[in-house]
């Protein structure tokens, strides 16, 4: 089996308004944009990979096809060393192994999790925040998101005041006692569109950790710079909650270098921007061997949400996140795909269909 053709479409979706992530201070989202990678194969089967983008995207289908076209899409090694080779010149490729895996699953009829040696099994989802609301307004969010059957929601920190942030997170504890609360500081990386959003400083997010432990918090997400290794280690040290971070890291060796500086109680590699594929279920094994848990970042559209869940299945996640902060609704999340994947229950499991599992929707492209 052979690889015969590269195609990249640029993939873009209103959102009904905008929103402000807080990893892009400053500045309000419309859209929903990805490139979408198709990768034919000398057999009919094809598969799809998805990255996110922005502001119209980067075009690399031609230099991407250098590294692919004429290799058998199961030679996964072979295909990871022409995407470290393009990881040195263009965009992350990282995404792009999905597609591949999306072709070896279609080609054996077997699905993605099934391949990583997993089961579809349901996992529970938390409704993950994106922006930076009042107490008010976080409040009803939450209350809809129970009524939905969530049993979890992770808070967005951040403000220009800690006190804010902590206002929040005190209030929603308050008021549902019974529900676990995760919180996510985004200090690891930022889109700085505009040149806002600070990084806290140590005693920040120290002072954050004793007090959202002291309310039962699950975890805190990336409380200091991605790179921080020693910093990460050093507020483990000196607090209990769990530490979270790695979602956005470049490629397999930060990630290790998180673990095997005692960085994290939780790694999130997303295998569509961090580490491909294949190299996020390596990364979810060393932690288990490590005492480390594993529960992925999803936060970029449809195809990005289920190559995670496919992994997340083959490994003992408690958790996985389901992005919810309308407009950024399951639908605008996952408009590449035929249907959006929706919760059930505040469950989610993998599509069973061979590869991973999804019929791609590329509109008008
Ligand atoms: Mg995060």
């Known amino acids: 089996m052979r690889i015969t053709g590269v195609t990249q479409h640029h993939a873009e979706n209103a959102l009904d308004g905008s929103y402000r992530p807080t990893w892009i201070p400053g500045y309000p989202q419309a859209t929903n944009e990805a490139e979408v990678i198709e990768v034919e194969t000398d057999n009919g089967t094809v598969g799809y990979a998805a990255s996110p983008s922005f502001a119209g995207g980067i075009g690399y289908e031609e230099q991407l096809s250098l590294f692919l076209v004429g290799k058998d899409p199961h030679e996964l090694g072979s295909v990871r060393r022409g995407l470290e080779t393009f990881d040195l010149l263009g965009p992350r490729p990282w995404h792009v192994e999905m597609a591949l895996w999306d072709i070896i699953g279609k080609d054996a009829g077997k699905p993605v999790y099934e391949l990583l040696g997993g089961t579809n099994r349901e996992i529970r989802a938390y409704a993950s925040t994106g922006e930076h609301k009042g107490v008010d307004e976080r409040l009803a969010y939450v209350e809809e998101r129970v009524s939905e059957g969530f049993e979890a929601v992770k808070l967005r920190l951040g403000r220009d005041d800690i006190e804010d942030d902590l206002r929040v997170a005190h209030r929603v504890s308050d008021e549902f006692p019974d529900l676990t609360l995760m919180a996510d500081a985004n200090m690891g990386w930022k ?34 710079g991605r790179h921080d ?67 992925p970042h999803s936060w970029t559209n449809g195809l990005g949400l289920v190559a995670n869940l496919h992994i997340a299945s083959a490994t003992d996640a408690r958790w996985f996140e389901y992005p919810y902060e309308p407009p950024f609704d399951p639908g605008a999340r996952d408009f590449l795909l035929d249907e959006p994947l929706l919760h059930d229950d505040g469950r989610v499991s993998p599509p069973d269909e061979p590869g991973l599992g999804v019929d791609i929707d590329l509109g008008d492209d």
């Open 191 to 224: 889109a700085r569109v505009v040149d806002e959003g600070r990084t806290w400083t140590f005693s920040e997010a120290l002072r954050v950790a004793r007090e959202l432990d002291a309310l039962g918090f699950e975890w805190l997400e990336e409380p200091l």
């Open 229 to 295: 290794y020693a910093g990460y280690a050093r507020l483990r040290e000196k607090t209990d909650i769990a530490i979270a971070g790695g979602e956005f890291t470049d490629g397999v060796h930060e990630l290790r270098e998180m673990l095997r500086n005692d960085a994290l109680d939780i790694v999130q590699p997303d295998c569509s921007v961090a580490c491909g594929l294949g190299q996020a279920k390596s990364i979810a094994d060393e932690a288990e061997r490590a005492g480390v848990r594993y529960t």
